[in-house]
């Protein structure tokens, strides 16, 4: 569906050039719901970025390639690129809450949509409108609503109709559940779920939160510190992780069946800076496993199973523990 | 684990409530009646010396502006708050000064609650000035060097002349952490002290507030969203929805045999890392109504599947189990 093949996206600062996504790879597969999980700063946001190609101007993409339907999106001009952003790979940013248009009603802000990609009739658009608000749980007699009239779950909604509206292939979906409850998080992504069945979309998740990845993803893209450290099915990323840095955030989360007894661990250190110099493995330094070939020599991306894919030099030693 | 703390209550919040008028057009004034936003509408809680007490519940059911009159940074509608048996409402000033030493709030933001262009050493060292607290500079820089090895950031001189910006988001709410224990406090009131934070530093701060907790044998009101930080930082649970306590009890009895039905459904929504758990049904439909319009008798009943007849009048919080209350008819421990 989506081959993103070794994208390096640089961003430009006083204290040099802060290598934010450095050789990234994946696949994004027809019908499935990829994970791109890490921490603040992984880059996670860039490679989302890159691939719709709205990076703030001290970004730049500085090699790689992102294949869709046959054709580099990079190498694409604005104008073509426009046809393919919302119409083909629509986005749901994080933040999502506060990016609609205040002073516009939400049908409009959704026919906007509608009417910057191809020629639809009013009539056209008043229908899509009734079975995306259907389709997302809203009541359609709201859509003349301004978006202060809807709590923060609904706006969530609404966004999610807004990047449907298109009919895309792709939806990427930065953090779309962060800044909700817990109960409002559970019914946004479980609608994730019906819609993707529904709309025969695929779909890119950006999230922090390896639980949110658990509930909906098939696949999980982990990253760290501008890498892809492990790639896997999400049964072999949460039952056997192999990669040390996803070993140690899965045990790092606070679990309500984990006896209070039991101490919570952490891992010590934090992310390199990006902008200095980085050691080949940059997860070394807090890894508990690092020796001097990981401070020399880049890891590369091995398959250690037909579904995963690790970046670690002792990966064999570490899959058998 | 019950509650390490002795009996003497440290704090005494009694039918606690506050309102906020909603600002109308003066015509529409004139025919309505006046609407009010109940952000906490009676609440009732008694905090042990030494304790760690949790609030949780989500957006809007009043956990914040419970915590700001607490810091009397709003004053009550309606209820009385004593610390230390003294009416927090009835100080002049001057006591009123005196007695905000004891308590210090740390925020859930690391990166907007330090002014960016102070250096550390000013930041730490501002509410021993303001309050007189130090002769010289001497005894100034003492203090602060002492709080920063405390807190972990060590060698404690390498960090006085740096500027937030310089510190990774862990090492900022450390900062916080000082600040707030510099003038030696007897409560810290958290707001979401760890929501900002990655999650592999969060347990590494959580870890350091309950190594301080016991050092300095302080007592903490630890707000928050996410139960499973409450439950390990805590002793004991209150679980608010709607402006409401709706149960309160030891953290482990709370989270391993909760009893309302809200409890329960936050319990099951917690996000988790286990597949099996995929797509289980959480057992409530909507949600929260605004605070404008309260339902009528027990708040949760629109969204409850157990509700009947009874729930229509307004439910009291009564016995469960050994210090665990909650306020539902038909109470059930048996999960």
Request: aromatic fraction near 6%; hydrophobic fraction near 40%.
């Amino acid at each position: 569906m989506l081959r993103v093949d070794d994208l390096r996206t640089f961003y430009r600062t006083r204290q040099g050039l802060l290598k934010a996504v450095d050789g990234v790879s994946f696949n994004l597969e027809k019908g499935e719901i990829l994970g791109l999980v890490g921490e603040s700063a992984c880059g996670k946001t860039t490679v989302a970025l890159s691939i719709i190609r709205l990076l703030p101007s001290v970004a730049e993409v500085m090699g790689g390639r992102i294949l869709f339907q046959g054709d580099d999106l990079l190498g694409k001009t604005e104008r073509a690129m426009r046809d393919v952003r919302w119409g083909k790979i629509s986005i749901i940013f994080q933040g999502a809450l506060n990016s609609l248009n205040p002073v516009l009603p939400v049908k409009e802000q959704i026919a906007e949509a509608m009417k910057a990609h191809g020629n639809v009739t009013g009539a056209e658009v008043d229908a899509t409108i009734t079975r995306l608000f259907k389709a997302v749980g809203l009541d359609p007699e709201r859509r003349s609503n301004y978006p202060h009239e809807f709590s923060g779950g609904m706006k969530q909604r609404i966004m999610i109709a807004m990047a449907l509206a298109c009919n895309p292939e792709i939806v990427i979906a930065d953090e779309p559940t962060t800044a909700l409850d817990v109960i409002v998080q559970r019914q946004i992504l479980e609608l994730i779920r019906t819609l993707r069945d529904e709309f025969h979309i695929s779909m890119i998740l950006i999230t922090h939160d390896l639980s949110v990845v658990a509930q909906l993803c098939d696949r999980a893209v982990i990253m760290y510190a501008g890498k892809v450290v492990e790639i896997g099915d999400i049964h072999r990323i949460f039952e056997s992780p192999t990669h040390p840095y996803t070993r140690a955030l899965l045990k790092s989360i606070p679990k309500m069946e984990v006896a209070k007894t039991r101490e919570l661990s952490y891992i010590p250190g934090s992310v390199p800076d990006l902008a200095g110099p980085v050691p080949a493995c940059r997860f070394y330094g807090r890894c508990p496993y690092g020796q001097k070939v990981c401070q020399d020599v880049e890891p590369r991306l091995d398959q250690t199973y037909p579904d995963s894919f690790v970046a670690c030099h002792f990966w064999r030693h570490l899959s058998e523990r | 684990m019950i509650s390490r703390g002795s009996s003497e209550p440290l704090i005494i919040i009694k039918d606690l409530k506050k309102w906020y008028p909603i600002r109308k057009k003066f015509l529409t004034k004139l025919r309505a009646e006046d609407e009010y936003v109940h952000a906490v509408d009676g609440v009732t809680i008694e905090m042990r010396k030494g304790e760690a007490l949790a609030l949780v519940g989500e957006s809007g059911c009043g956990k914040t502006t419970l915590a700001r009159m607490l810091l009397r940074l709003v004053d009550p509608t309606e209820g009385i708050i004593t610390f230390k048996g003294r009416d927090l409402f009835a100080l002049n000033k001057r006591e009123l000064r005196k007695i905000r030493t004891q308590m210090q709030p740390v925020f859930q933001d690391p990166y907007a609650s330090l002014d960016p262009k102070q250096t550390i050493l000013q930041i730490i060292s501002e509410p021993l000035r303001v309050n007189n607290l130090v002769k010289d500079r001497k005894q100034m820089f003492d203090r602060v060097t002492a709080v920063l090895s405390s807190v972990g950031l060590a060698p404690p001189k390498s960090f006085l002349d740096k500027f937030p910006y310089e510190l990774s988001g862990g090492q900022r709410q450390r900062v916080a952490l000082a600040r707030a224990l510099v003038i030696q406090p007897s409560l810290i009131i958290f707001d979401e002290p760890v929501s900002m934070l990655d999650v592999s530093i969060r347990a590494e701060i959580l870890g350091l507030m309950l190594k301080l907790k016991q050092e300095f044998g302080l007592t903490y009101l630890f707000i928050t969203h996410d139960l499973a930080v409450a439950r390990y930082i805590s002793d004991r649970m209150a679980v608010m929805y709607l402006g409401r306590v709706v149960e309160i009890g030891p953290a482990e009895d709370v989270c391993l045999t909760p009893a309302h039905p809200y409890t329960k459904a936050l319990l099951l929504a917690l996000p988790t890392t286990d597949l099996e758990k995929r797509g289980t049904d959480i057992g409530i439909r909507g949600e929260v109504p605004d605070a404008t319009h309260i339902p009528a008798g027990c708040r949760f009943r629109p969204r409850c599947q157990h509700a009947f007849e009874k729930c229509m009048i307004d439910p009291e919080l009564k016995r469960v189990g050994d210090d665990h209350y909650a306020a539902c008819y038909l109470p059930d421990t048996s999960a």
